[in-house]
C-alpha cells in the first residue's frame, strides 16, 4: 500500500476558497463523502460530494448547516472544572495540564483502592469514524484493565438476527432500490434517517414501484407511501410469519434458490402452517386482507426490496423479529435480483483490523483467564446505582421496572449489571461520542447515578450536554472538520476518507490525541499508545482482502471514496446473488442449529414485548409508547442548535383521537405521561398519523427544553431483548391524563 500524505493545510491564496474531501460522521446510514469549503482558515460550507453515487451533491438538512454546529457561540473551546451542584452545569476554564493531571491522578487513586474495574468508559456513535470511534481509546482503556462497556443501545439484537439467519451484515445495494418492483419499509422513516434511500425509493415510485410503509406511526416517508400499515409496536415477527404463510400456501416461491441456498425449510413449511393472516391479524392489528394483500405484493416479483431499520428491533423479541424478517428474500428468491432482497446493515462488508485497532490483548487476565467485567450501556442506571458491595444495587422493583414481565414471557432478562456477589462500583466515567443522560433508557435512574458524589465523571464532547452537567472535568472535542479519520458504513459499500479542513477550534482535541495524552501521563508503556492518526487509517482495513484486491490508497485520497469488491449483477452489489450465505452452513438457515444448541427456538417465531398487550401491566398502562427521532436532530446531537430546532418547537404527545376521547384530552391540552419509572408533561396533539393504541413522542430535544417537563426517555426500561442483549426502547407501556 501506498505511502499517506501528510493532513497538513496546503498554502492558499488570501481569501480563495479551497475544497478538501471529508465524510459525516454521524449515526446514519448515508456515510455522504462531503466537500469542506474553507477560506482564510475558516469553514465557510459544507456540500455533498457530487462525485459520490451514493450522496449525489445531496445533504440532510443537519449536515447542510455544519458551519453552526463548528462555530457554535456555546462550544467548548477549554477544559472546564466543575464548581457548582453535580447538574447544576456550573463550570470554569482550566488548562489541558491540569485536566490530565486531575483524570490521571484520580485514576490512579481509584485503581490502588478499587482496582481499575471501578473505571468504565461510556462511548458509541457520537462519532461514527474509524478512528474517534474505536481505536485509541479502546487500546487506552485495556492497557488500564478498566471494565468493558458492551455497546448494545442501538443494533446488537438486528445484527444477531442477521448474523444467525444469513451469516453476515450484508444487504441490497442502496442504489439497487431505484429498480425495485415493490418496496417495503418497514420500521424506517428514510426522509429523516436515510434520505439517499428515500430518492432512490422516489425514484422507483415514477417508474411504477408499489411502496409500503410497516410502522405504528405515519412517519413522513410513511404519508408519501402508497400504503401504511399501522402495526403495533413489537409484533413483526408475526406479520413476517403470517407473509411466510401465504407464500408457501399460494406457492410464490423460488424452489431451485430454496433447495441450493436454503436450510430447514421443511421445517419452517410445518411451523407457518399454524401462522394464519388472521392468527397474525389478532396479534400485530393489520387486518388479515391487508396480509393476503402484502404477501401476494411480495410475492408477486424477485424485485421486491425489504428496507429495514433498527426501530423494529428494540422491544424485548426484536432479535427474533429481524431474523424472521430476514427468511423472507430467500423464500421468493429476492437475493437473485439487485433490486431484491433486504437491507438492514452493511457494516460487516468490510474487512476491518479490529483487532489491529483495538488490541484487545492489552487487556489484563484474572488467573482463570478471564478479562475485566463487561457492562451493558442499556443497564448503566442500574450500574451506577451500586455504590457499595454490601448495598448491591438491587432496588424493591428489581434491576428496572419492566422486569417482572419476565412471567408472561420466556426471555430471560438480565440480572445485576455488575457481576458478583459483591461486584464493584463504578467509581469513574468517562463519557465520549455519547450522551447517556439523554439517550440512556430509565433515565431517572441514570441522573441519581450520575449525581452520586462519590463518582468521577469525564465528558469529553463539544457542547455541555445533559450528561456533562454532571461532570467533575469536562474535555472540548473537536468537529469533523477539525480531523482526520477514515469510515465505513452500514447502508452501503464504499470507503469514505475524511481529511482535516481547519486548525481545531480553541482548545480542542480528537478523541485519539486526547488518550494519546492520557496515556503518557498515566505511564502506559505500550508503543500502540502513541500512534499517529495517519498509521492507524493506513491499517484501519486488511488492503489484501479480495474485497480491496487491486484497490490502491491512493484512489481513496484522490476521490475521497472507494467501492468493496462484491458481486454484481446489472452493476449493483448483490451478496447473495448465489448463495454464499456466511452461515455454518453456507446457506440462508430458516432452521439454525446454533441457536438449538443453546436451548432456543431453531425456526422463526413470534416472540412478545416484555410489555405487551397481553401482558398484566396493559391493564395499569394501556397505551404503548413510541419514540421515533425527530427530523432535524440525530439522536440527541443537533438539537441544541436553534435554526434545527425551532422548526421541531417543544416535543408534544401525539395520541390517537379514540384514545383522546377515552381521557377527555383535548387538542393542544396539557398532559401527564407516566409509568412505574418516571413522567413526563408535555402538550397533547391529536392525530391518526399515530395508530390506536400507541402515543408517538418525537425524541431528540434535550432535557431543559421549553415547553415540556420531564424527559422521554425516563420513561423507557433497561430490559433487554432477546438477541444481542440491546435496548429496547419501543417497549414501553404508559398512561395520560389531563395534566
Known amino acids: 500500500m501506498n ?50 453515487s451514493v450522496t449525489g451533491g445531496v445533504l440532510c438538512t443537519k449536515v447542510a448547516k455544519y458551519p453552526l454546529r463548528t462555530y457554535h457561540p456555546t462550544r467548548i473551546k477549554t477544559p472546564l472544572k466543575r464548581v457548582g451542584a453535580k447538574g447544576e452545569g456550573k463550570f470554569v476554564p482550566i488548562s489541558w495540564d491540569e485536566a490530565l493531571s486531575t483524570i490521571a491522578s484520580k485514576f490512579k487513586s481509584i485503581i490502588a483502592k478499587h482496582g481499575a474495574e471501578a473505571i468504565l468508559p461510556y462511548s458509541y456513535a457520537g462519532n461514527m469514524g474509524i478512528l474517534q470511534y474505536a481505536s485509541m ?83 413522513l416517508s410513511a404519508e408519501k407511501c402508497h400504503q401504511w400499515l399501522a402495526i403495533k409496536p413489537g409484533t413483526d415477527a408475526a406479520l413476517a410469519l403470517a407473509m411466510m404463510h401465504v407464500l408457501i400456501r399460494d406457492d410464490l416461491l423460488d424452489h431451485e434458490y430454496i433447495a441450493k441456498h436454503t436450510l430447514g425449510f421443511a421445517e419452517l413449511k410445518t411451523r407457518v402452517a399454524e401462522w394464519t393472516p388472521e392468527r397474525a391479524a389478532a396479534i400485530c392489528g393489520i387486518p388479515a386482507n391487508e396480509i393476503e394483500a402484502l404477501a401476494a405484493l411480495y410475492g408477486g416479483t424477485k424485485k421486491a426490496a425489504i428496507r429495514l431499520n433498527y426501530g423494529m428491533q428494540r422491544h424485548g423479541g426484536g432479535g427474533m423479529a429481524v431474523r424472521t424478517v430476514a427468511c423472507l428474500p430467500a423464500l421468493t428468491g429476492a437475493w437473485t435480483e439487485a433490486s431484491g432482497g433486504l437491507l438492514l446493515s452493511s457494516s460487516g462488508a468490510y474487512p476491518m483490523n479490529t483487532a489491529y485497532l483495538e ?64 461486584p464493584t462500583p463504578i467509581h469513574a466515567l468517562f463519557v465520549y461520542n455519547s450522551n447517556p443522560a439523554a439517550v440512556a433508557p430509565d433515565g431517572n435512574k441514570v441522573l441519581a447515578g450520575l449525581a452520586r458524589e462519590d463518582l468521577f465523571t469525564v465528558v469529553h464532547d463539544i457542547f455541555v450536554t445533559d450528561t456533562a452537567r454532571y461532570a467533575d472535568i469536562v474535555l472540548p472535542a473537536t468537529t469533523q472538520p477539525e480531523h482526520d479519520d477514515i469510515h465505513r458504513s452500514y447502508g452501503h459499500y464504499d470507503i469514505v476518507l475524511n481529511r482535516r479542513a481547519i486548525e481545531p477550534v480553541g482548545e480542542s482535541l480528537a478523541n485519539t490525541e486526547l488518550f494519546r495524552r492520557l496515556a503518557k501521563l498515566i505511564g502506559l508503556k505500550d508503543p500502540c499508545l502513541s500512534e499517529s492518526d495517519e498509521s492507524m487509517i493506513a491499517h484501519a482495513f486488511d488492503w489484501n482482502h479480495p474485497t480491496l484486491a487491486g484497490q490502491a490508497f491512493d484512489s481513496l485520497e484522490r476521490d475521497g471514496f472507494l467501492r468493496l469488491n462484491y458481486p454484481k449483477k446489472d452493476g449493483f452489489i448483490t451478496p447473495f446473488l448465489n448463495g454464499s450465505f456466511g452461515t455454518p452452513s453456507g446457506k440462508c438457515e430458516f432452521y439454525s442449529e446454533a441457536l438449538a444448541k443453546r436451548g432456543l427456538d431453531p425456526l422463526p417465531n413470534y416472540t412478545p414485548p416484555h410489555e405487551s398487550d397481553e401482558c398484566d401491566l396493559a391493564n395499569e398502562y394501556p397505551l404503548s409508547l413510541n419514540t421515533p427521532p425527530a427530523r432535524n436532530f440525530m439522536n440527541s446531537t443537533f438539537a441544541n442548535i436553534e435554526e434545527l430546532a425551532k422548526p421541531h418547537g417543544a416535543p408534544t404527545l401525539q395520541i390517537h383521537p379514540n384514545d383522546a376521547a377515552r381521557r377527555g384530552i383535548a387538542n393542544e391540552a396539557r398532559v401527564k405521561v407516566w409509568n412505574r419509572r418516571g413522567e413526563m408533561k408535555l402538550a397533547a396533539k391529536i392525530t391518526t398519523d399515530t395508530r390506536e393504541g400507541v402515543a ?7 432535557r431543559d427544553h421549553p415547553g415540556a417537563e420531564g424527559f422521554v426517555n425516563d420513561l423507557t426500561s433497561q430490559a433487554l431483548t432477546d438477541f444481542g442483549q440491546g435496548a429496547t426502547f419501543y417497549d414501553c407501556r404508559i398512561e395520560v391524563e389531563i395534566a
Not at 21 to 48: N, S, W
Not at 184 to 213: D, M, V, Y
Request: aromatic share 6%; glycine share 10%.
Open 3 to 52: 505511502s499517506l500524505p501528510s493532513s497538513a493545510e496546503h498554502a492558499a491564496t488570501p481569501g480563495a476558497t479551497r475544497i478538501v474531501k471529508g465524510a459525516c460522521p454521524h449515526d446514519c446510514p448515508d456515510t455522504c463523502a462531503l466537500e469542506y469549503h474553507v477560506a482564510d482558515g475558516k469553514l465557510i460550507d459544507v456540500k455533498g460530494s457530487a462525485t459520490h
Open 137 to 219: 481509546d479502546r487500546r487506552f482503556f485495556h492497557a488500564l484493565g478498566a471494565s468493558q462497556l458492551d455497546r448494545t443501545i442501538c443494533s446488537s439484537a438486528g445484527a444477531a438476527g442477521l448474523q444467525i439467519t444469513l451469516g453476515a451484515r450484508l444487504g441490497t445495494d442502496v442504489e439497487a432500490f431505484a429498480h425495485s418492483e415493490a418496496i417495503i419499509l418497514w420500521g424506517t422513516n428514510p426522509i429523516t434517517s436515510n434520505l439517499h434511500l428515500w430518492s432512490r425509493c422516489q425514484e422507483a415510485k415514477r417508474r411504477g414501484a408499489k411502496l409500503i410503509a410497516i410502522d405504528p406511526y405515519r412517519s
Open 696 to 702: 408517538t413522542i418525537l425524541w431528540g430535544h434535550w
Open 359 to 422: 488490541r484487545p490483548d492489552l487487556m489484563p487476565r484474572d488467573a482463570n483467564g478471564k478479562p475485566p467485567r463487561m457492562v451493558n450501556m442499556c443497564a448503566i442506571g442500574d450500574a451506577l446505582y451500586v455504590t457499595s458491595p454490601s448495598r448491591g444495587g438491587r432496588t424493591e422493583s428489581g434491576w428496572g421496572w419492566g422486569l417482572a414481565a419476565e412471567q408472561q414471557n420466556p426471555i430471560p432478562l438480565p440480572a445485576s449489571p455488575l457481576k458478583g456477589e459483591e
